[in-house]
């Protein structure tokens, strides 16, 4: 059985989702196959480390035709793909036009089809069958370690005549300039209004540095301005996974929750003893942000 693995760039580095996305595909004993449309040889030469057996190159992803070649003649039944909203978006049309059924959310997948996914914004796990011989699985974040594998890939590049295009088309993609991409950071620095102002966000910053993590925000600090858009975490920002998530200053609404509560340790730091943060926390610090913060660096030297 084959699984075929929508494969997401970032800065021509596949992303950690994507290589988690492998490794769940060889825990499954399945052949592992990619499609993308990074045509750098050099570097997807180098993804049967990541545990790819053999990679179909297409043109764009909005080349419907290509896409819908490389599943049939290969009798592709299984897809695994990030959530990123690119991928969704694709995902539903693959759905639509080819009867693929679509599991969102997915935490886990056992040999025997069961599903596991995170419903009512992480509050609830869902566990079913498919029964549909063909599906596509939108996998969350951080489900699995990501492992390395001692593969040698074949590349493919599909050369599709036909041309019937997708209804949505990428018009440009800029990159965040940022030294750690907070989809991909194993810990996240995030602070919110309890900052009090950006004139704060230094010590948020130095933090991050420390401990080699990314910085976020809540949305109520982005919506002011204080931070970029980018760094929103919550329902209708980010959608985060990672190792260690500090939150300082923020008090914990369901929305900023639905974004953060698939971390594996959160840390949270309020003045506010009731604050609902503290009931989502595996580790909680009642106090001022501008008290704890400064001797939590000190200690770190």
Request: proline residues 3%; charged residues 25%; hydrophobic residues 40%.
């Amino acid at each position: 059985m084959s699984t075929l693995v929508f494969i997401e760039f970032n800065k021509n580095i596949i992303s950690e989702s994507s290589s988690q996305a492998a490794t769940i595909a060889n825990e499954l004993k399945n052949e592992v196959y990619g499609l993308t449309s990074n045509d750098d040889e050099t570097y997807i030469s180098s993804l049967g480390s990541k545990g790819f057996d053999k990679i179909f190159v297409i043109d764009d992803f909005n080349n419907y035709s290509a896409i819908e070649e490389v599943i049939n003649n290969n009798g592709i039944k299984t897809i695994f793909s990030p959530s990123s909203n690119t991928f969704k978006e694709l995902s539903s049309k693959i759905s639509t036009k080819l009867n693929f059924s679509i599991a969102s959310n997915v935490l886990k997948i056992e040999k025997n089809g069961k599903i596991s996914s995170s419903i009512f914004t992480g509050k609830a796990e869902s566990h079913m069958i498919n029964d549909n011989d063909s599906c596509i699985y939108l996998l969350n974040k951080n489900i699995v370690e990501s492992r390395d594998f001692d593969k040698k890939v074949d590349i493919i590049k599909v050369d599709s005549k036909t041309t019937e295009n997708i209804s949505f088309e990428i018009l440009e993609q800029k990159f965040i300039e940022e030294d750690i991409s907070l989809n991909d950071a194993d810990v996240v620095i995030s602070a919110g209004r309890g900052l009090k102002g950006p004139e704060n966000w230094k010590m948020i910053e130095d933090l991050a540095k420390k401990l080699n993590a990314a910085t976020a925000c809540s949305k109520p600090v982005s919506d002011a301005g204080w931070r970029p858009h980018h760094e929103h975490v919550g329902q209708t920002g980010l959608k985060i996974s990672p190792k260690i998530y500090f939150a300082i200053g923020i008090s914990g609404a369901i929305q900023h929750l639905a974004g953060v509560n698939s971390s594996k340790t959160i840390i949270v730091i309020n003045n506010d003893p009731e604050a609902p943060f503290f009931k989502a926390a595996d580790y909680g610090i009642v106090g001022d942000a501008f008290d704890v913060v400064p001797k939590i660096l000190n200690s770190l030297g």
